[in-house]
Nanobody, 121 residues
Framework: QVKLVESGGGLVQPGRSLRLSCAVFGFTLDYYAIGWFRQAPGKEREGVSCISGSDGSTHYADSVKGRFTISKDNYKNMVYLQMDSLKPEDTAVYYC??????????????WGQGTLVTVSS
């Protein structure tokens, strides 16, 4: 069984913080890159942040750089997205994605069901 389960979404006021969690089942984080994606109503799904399975290197979209932080705990098989200084434009369904071979057609690729983040006053 291979699956991802996101949690931590909810309603938050602009300027506040929220932490999303992604629980990984059925595989080892050491060998998979994990990405956070989001999709707002009427918009395309976009990449937010990702973390390497091998060395833990991280990358961020320009829109969230300096505000969001991705991290993981390999022992607990958990990936986190700390979101600070939230803006209304951050409102979206956030998805966790695991990829055994980013940029390749081979390997295990799994999506979670998503968790809704609403930033509004």
């Amino acid at each position: 069984q291979v699956k991802l389960v996101e949690s931590g979404g909810g309603l938050v006021q602009p300027g506040r913080s929220l932490r999303l969690s992604c629980a990984v089942f059925g595989f080892t984080l050491d060998y998979y890159a994990i990405g956070w994606f989001r999709q707002a109503p009427g918009k395309e799904r976009e990449g937010v942040s990702c973390i390497s399975g091998s060395d833990g290197s991280t990358h961020y979209a320009d829109s969230v750089k300096g505000r969001f932080t991705i991290s993981k705990d390999n022992y607990k098989n958990m990936v986190y997205l700390q979101m600070d200084s939230l803006k209304p434009e951050d409102t979206a369904v956030y998805y966790c994605h695991a990829d055994e071979a980013p940029g390749s057609s081979w390997g295990v690729k799994v999506w979670g069901q998503g968790t809704l983040v609403t930033v509004s006053s």
